[in-house]
């Protein structure tokens, strides 16, 4: 039996590798993976404290997790595609549009 | 070190090995094939937690539709980066450090109150609070989810069907050619694929 | 009381005037005259059917229609009410039948004017204003149509507002107006603190209450009574607010007569008689009332006699008539029973001064439109051969203002002199102050009006002989233009003409008819009579006294203005040049009044502007606007539009929340979980269905760890 402080430890540094690939990488689409992988980080906190409690309500919440994150990705990725058609760019850094 | 804990650590071995290959990849085809192995692996990881439906999930929705989105567009946009990591200006530095700085102590925190909470859960008097023993027969099956997806969670279900719908029309929204439409603008599609083999 | 529909007297003319000002443009002048005349006809003629019923019994008319709460705040409900009693109907007579009679006259003088639509929308607008001025049964509704004349005047007065002339005079109207207004509106706030009331039917009432000593001895009610004297001032122009209506001459003609000579002028003698019984409780109100009177009417004729400009001598001349009026509200006779004031008298000539001023403004008017509006006198004579009916109409309004046996004011005059000569405010007594008011101060008055009936029949006739007599002093070509105006305007005339004749003779005193007097009998249920009776004699008396005075006026006109201006008169004005300048620059009022009330005002203005509002408000406000603009300069840097520096500034925001919910939060593990044992009993009070599936196996079996938390 694995102990539930092991899956948070590894969830934790999950949650960190996501993080900085968010802060780091320019770009946008390991942007978008990262994100992905924090998304995850969180689902696996959630199931191994539902294990842990016998209680399968976080299976649900899990659940729900996952189809916003298909959609995030959906609504996401097309707007990459958006910005690269008028940009020519998917490094983020190039986009600064939102300048002063 | 019984076959559980193996395949525990190996799994895990897995996923930290792909999520850090994910964000160091210079390449971005790379990075999602180190996404999907660690989708993969949190799989499993997922059923070593009883939640077997969250597993086929996983990788039904993640490794696969999902990540085959991503594979599209990265196949579409994709360029080598010589330089992948932003450190432009001394104002990039300091964002970056901050960034980096921000992260690692909100993952401290969280992971050090997280143990102290199952800890302190675990000297509750009254008897033992976290379940060590396998959970019930049907815990974390199709049917068990489904059940309380559509009976507890019935509205939060439906919202996030609606919301999928949105996603979808606002995706072919905003991925569409802003003229006058994608069918009759060839030479949209000739730069796009242009610039994919750039 | 009884009910009639008075609501319909003012109304017909607001509506009238609605019509004319928002469809005259589109309508055309023919169904615009239509219209207005017609709504003013209407309302005369419902004014002459409720008069009817007066006739037969003196109870007050009201109309319930407005009855209904108007004004509601605290402890003040007022209810609009409209009411209509014997000496309203007198003013309602007036109103709408030289107001119709001057409408049909502006018909025939506004004819080429281009505004001709909207004068008359003004003009229907004034009158349904001054009738309800006169119907209001409270100071409140007066009020309206106090401030709805105000309006009206300032609104004629600047008729021709291209002229910046003519745009100033209104200004000043309205200005020098709203003095007044405001004194009205303190004596209403006064009043209400006092008694809670402002209908004029429960006045009576409260006298008790308005006779207690307010300040220094004097009762509440002298207070009172010198507030509503302010906007009375304002209104009928006298000292020391008379300066406007003089400059208020810019108006047309027709707005003259009707407004600033024979109705609205008029609402401050209106207003005095109808709160007459607050006025009483303390005499020496009324004895300030007539000095005021008679300063005025003298100083007002002494200004009249030297001034060239046709309408500026009518203008000072109503002001002087009015000063009349006053004295007449004010001669009080105090006897130990009871106060009465001449009231009558007041009124009487505020209606034979309607007739006659009306047709002395509408000849003037004939004469300025004969010749294509040269109001100059000095540039006139000889009129009475191209203009004679003018001429004719003229001469009897001349007759009568100067008190000439028979005519109408003759018979007014004399009822104001009369009372001013019997008049005492104290009962005779030993004391000084008791002696000058109980027998001098009626003597004085009464000689300073005797002057001033000596003056007015002075620069009446010199008006009259420089227009009518002599030659012709313009030039040839204005000379060929002269023609006698339309039927329209000389009817209009005649008709006055025959008023300013005949309508003394409803105020003959009992003296020299018994039964005479039916305007004093219509008055009665209002006001008491005046209790000195006169003796036929005294009455004769003073009668010759005044008709030589008016002689010697006439007379002295004659002698140097017959032929136009005669070489005395040159030598007197070359002996005596500061004089002559002095009264001709009407004693330099204006130019006091603007040097000690207005400038001051302007410079305050100004250190307000230049200080107050574009230093400390302005300044105020550009800083708050200049240091967001300095902050954002600094911050937009901020900004970068690179993605990365917005996230890290979202991670740190999210690492700093966490870390002060740690630190001060205290969200120890041990803390957490109390939380968390807190929050767990609502999540297992969600309802928990029995899971029952078809073969009747819960799905989920109570599992060991559920409600352990707790």
Known sequence: MIPVENFLVLAAVLFCIGGLGVVLRKNVLIILMSVELMLNAANLTLLAFARAHHDQHAHAFAFLVIAVAAAEAAVGLSIVVGIFRTRRTVQVDELTLMKH | MDGVTITFYAFSTLIIIGAVMTITSRNAIGAVMSLVATFFGLAALYALLYAHFLAALQVL?????????????????????????????????????????????????????????????????????????????????????????????????E?????????????????????????????AAVTESHGGHA | MEEFPLHYIPLLPLAGAA?????????????????????????????????????????????????????????????AGLTLDRLSSVLCMIVTGIGFLIHVYASGYMAHDEGYTRFFGYLNLFMGAMLILVLGDSM????????????????????????????????????????GDFGFLLAMAYLFSLTGTLKYAELPSHLQTLGQTAWWGLPAAFFFGILVLVGATGKSAQI?????????????????????????????VYVCVRLHVAFEIFPLTLAIIAIIGALTALFAATI??????????????????????????????????????????????????????????????????ALSGEGDITRMGGLRKHLPHTHATFLLCCLAIAGIIPLSGFWSKDAILGGAHAAMWLPKGTGGAEVFFAHHLGLILYLILLATAACT?????????????????????????????????????????????GVGFLGIPDVVSSGGNHFGEWLLPVVREQAAEESAREFWTLAVIALGASAAGIGLAAALYLHGFSDQVRAMAAAFPSVYKFVYNKYYIDEFYNAVIVQPLRWISLG?????????????????????????????????????????GMLAGAALVFGLSVQLGGCHGYKFAEAASVATPRLQRMPRREHVTPDNVPLLPAVPGNGLIR
């Not at chain 2, 196949?75 to 690692?104: K, Y």
């Not at chain 2, 996603?167 to 060839?186: M, T």
């Not at chain 3, 004295?327 to 008298?345: D, E, F, L, R, W």
């Not at chain 3, 550009?622 to 600094?634: A, M």
């Open chain 3, 608 to 648: 307000l502007w230049k200080v107050v509002d574009s230093f400390f408000i302005d300044g105020t406000v550009r800083l708050v606007g200049g240091l967001t603009l300095v902050v954002g300069k600094v911050v937009r840097y901020a900004q970068t539009g690179d993605v990365h520096h917005y996230v890290a």
């Open chain 2, 61 to 157: 929705v993640y490794a696969g539709a999902i990540m085959v989105l991503f594979i599209f567009v990265v196949m579409v946009l994709n360029r080598d980066e010589i330089h992948p990591f932003s450190t432009r200006g001394w104002s990039s530095t300091f964002a970056w450090l901050v960034g980096v700085g921000s992260v690692l102590y909100l993952g401290v925190q969280l992971l050090s109150k997280l143990l102290n909470f199952t800890v302190s859960m675990s000297h509750q008097s009254g008897g033992a609070v976290l379940h060590r023993d396998a959970p019930p027969e049907d815990f974390g099956t199709v049917a068990a989810v489904g059940h309380l997806l559509f009976t507890d969670y019935l509205f939060a279900f």
């Open chain 3, 304 to 369: 009249g006699v030297l001034q060239r400009d046709f309408k500026k001598v009518l203008a000072y001349s109503t002001v002087s008539q009015l000063g009349f009026m006053f004295v007449g509200v004010g001669s009080a006779i105090n006897t130990p029973t009871s106060v009465t004031s001449n009231y009558q008298g007041a009124i009487f000539h505020l209606m034979t001064h309607a007739f006659f001023k009306a047709g002395l403004f509408l000849g003037a008017g004939s004469v300025m439109h």
């Open chain 3, 457 to 501: 029949a002075f620069y009446m006739f010199r008006l009259y002989f420089l227009a009518f007599w002599g030659e012709f002093r313009g030039t040839d070509e204005e000379l060929h233009h002269i023609h006698e105006s339309p039927a329209s305007m000389t009817g209009v005339l005649w008709v006055l003409a025959i008023g300013a004749v």
């Open chain 3, 240 to 268: 020391p607010l008379y300066v406007w209506l003089p400059d208020a001459m810019a108006g047309p003609t027709p707005v003259s007569a009707l407004i600033h000579a024979a109705t609205m002028v008029t609402a401050g």
């Open chain 3, 140 to 179: 409140p509704v007066t009020f309206v149509g106090w401030e709805g004349v105000g309006l009206c005047s300032y609104l004629l007065i600047g008729f021709w507002y291209d002229k910046e002339a003519n745009a100033n005079a209104g200004r000043k109207a309205f200005v020098v107006n709203r003095i």
């Open chain 3, 19 to 79: 019509f004319c000002l928002l469809f005259g443009k589109r309508v055309g002048k023919t169904i615009t005259t239509a219209v207005a005349l017609c709504s003013v006809f209407g309302s005369g003629l419902l004014v002459a059917s409720a008069v009817r019923l007066l006739h037969e019994s003196p109870v007050p008319l009201t109309d319930t229609f407005f009855s209904a709460t108007w004004i509601s705040a605290g402890d003040l409900q007022l209810s």
């Open chain 2, 159 to 187: 919202a996030v069907s609606i919301l999928l719908l949105i996603a979808v029309i606002a995706a072919v929204v905003v991925a569409r050619s802003h003229r006058s439409g994608a069918y009759e603008e060839p030479e």
